[in-house]
Nanobody
Framework: QVQLVESGGGLVQAGGSLRLSCAAS????????MGWYRQVPGKQRERVAS???????VYADSVKGRFTISRDNPKNTLYLQMFSLKAEDTAVYYC?????????WGQGTQVTVSS
């Protein structure tokens, strides 16, 4: 059974930083696409960043230059380093992994940025 477990969320002041981690219960080296999404109550879940097996990364315009996505294949872990956090970054952040057959999601971790 595939499990994705996020950690690293919390309360931080505007301008601060956090690093989110997503530990997978399976080997991720062969997984083409992994990413982070976020959601606030009443709004659709939005993509924050994606990373592909060749190292290509994609970011939402709202986080470009502030967030960095990375993956550590030997540790089966996905990361999201967040700098210069803003109040509008407040959301539940979800890790996702996409295989040839389906997508898996973690339970989410809350990030709250106080202004």
């Amino acid at each position: 059974q595939v499990q994705l477990v996020e950690s690293g969320g919390g309360l931080v002041q505007a301008g601060g930083s956090l690093r989110l981690s997503c530990a997978a219960s399976v080997t991720i080296a062969s997984i083409n696409a992994m990413g982070w999404y976020r959601q606030v109550p009443g709004k659709q879940r939005e993509r924050v960043a994606s990373i592909y097996s060749g190292g290509r990364t994609v970011y939402a315009d709202s986080v470009k230059g502030r967030f960095t996505i990375s993956r550590d294949n030997p540790k089966n872990t996905l990361y999201l380093q967040m700098f210069s956090l803003k109040a509008e970054d407040t959301a539940v952040y979800y890790c996702t992994m996409t295989t040839s057959y389906t997508s898996y999601w973690g339970q989410g971790t809350q990030v709250t940025v106080s202004s």
